[in-house]
C-alpha cells in the first residue's frame, strides 16, 4: 500500500442495494404465531426485504459497491483496501471480502470481513479511516452486508419477523483542507452479552450434525430483552463519546443515522440525547434490521434524496451481537 502524508478521511460517495422481494408483516403471521399490530408497535417494522434463490451476500455488496464508487468517482482498481462488515458471508472461507474484491476486478489490496455484527458498518469506517490517516491507503471500501434471511429459524416468530437481507457501502478518501471528514469513530464490545444474541452451532465449538440442524443450532438465537436494555444505555453513552471526540454538541447534529434495530431504541435513544425524532433517518419500517447494512442503507437513502447535504454533522450509532456497539461523527 502507498505511503502517504496523514490526513482525515472524507466519505466520497455512498450506495445501497436491497433485494425486490417484500415480506409483510401479514406475510409472516401466515407463517408463524404473530400479527401485524405485534410487529409494528413492538418494532417499527412493516416489511423488510429478502434475497432472491441463489444471490450471495457478495453479490449484494457488489451492487452497494458499485453504486458507491460510481457517486465516489472512484474505479475498483484505485481501491487499496476493502473492509466488509457482515456475519452471513457467502461460505466461512474465504472472507466476503476476497470474493467482492474479485467481483469488482480490484486489487491485488487486503481485502478482510469485520464479525461486528450490526455494529460492523461503523467498526469499518473506523478501520478504513484509520488507514487513511496513517497514510497506508488512499481509497477505501467499506462495505456492511447481511443476508440474514438464509440464518432465520422460520419457525421462531421472536427472531423472523425482526432482520432483513441488504447491503450498504461508502468510499473513503483523503479528507482535504476544508471540506467533509470523519471527525470521530468511537468501537466497543463486552463480550458478557455473548450468548444473548449468537449462531451456537456450525464454528469449531459445534460442529453441525443432524440433530443439530434439526434443532436451529445453525440459526440466530437472540434474548431479545437482554438486548434492548442495554442498547439504549450504550448507544446514547457512545454517541456522547464520539460527539465529545468531534468537539460537537447533540444539538449540532445534523442527521443521525442509527441502526435500524427498533424504532422503541431509536426514539428512546432520541430523548436521552434530547433531539427531535425528525432528525433521525429511520427506515425500518420498509427494510427491518438488516444488521451491518442497516446504517449505510439509511445514510445512502437519505444522501440521494437531499436530506444529508454537503457540510451537514451526522451522527452514527450501532449495537449488536457480541455485544458491540460502535458511533461516528462525519461531516459531509
Ligand atoms: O440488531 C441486533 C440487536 N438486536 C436488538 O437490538 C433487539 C433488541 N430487542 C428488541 O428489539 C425487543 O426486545 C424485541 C422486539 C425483540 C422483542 O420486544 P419485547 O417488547 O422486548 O418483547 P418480549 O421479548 O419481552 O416479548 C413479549 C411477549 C412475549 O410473550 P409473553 O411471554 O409476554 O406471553 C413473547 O413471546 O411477546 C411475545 N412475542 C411475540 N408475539 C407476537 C415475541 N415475539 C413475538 C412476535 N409476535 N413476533
Redesign the pocket.
Known sequence: MPSLQPTASRIAGTGAYVPETVLTNDDLSRR????DE??RE??GIRERRIARDGEAASDMALAAARSALAAAGVQASELDMIVVGTISADMPLPACAAILQQKLGAGPCPAFDVAA??AGFVYGLSIGDSFVRQGSARRVLVVGVELLSRVLNWAD??TC??FGDGAGAAVLVPAEESGGRVLATRLYTDGNFARS?YIPGGGSLEPLTPEGIAAARDKVH?I??D??KV?VRNLTQASRDALELAGLTPGEVDWVVP?Q??L??ISQVASRLELPLDRFVIDIDRYG?T?SASIPIALDEAVRDGRIQPGHSVLMCA???GISWASAVVRM
Open positions: 408463524v404465531d404473530t400479527s405485534w410487529i413492538r418494532t455484527a450490526c416468530r421472536t419477523v425482526l444474541l437472540m431479545g430483552s438486548i434492548f442498547a441502526h434495530a427498533n422503541r431504541i434490521n444488521s449495537l449488536g451481537a
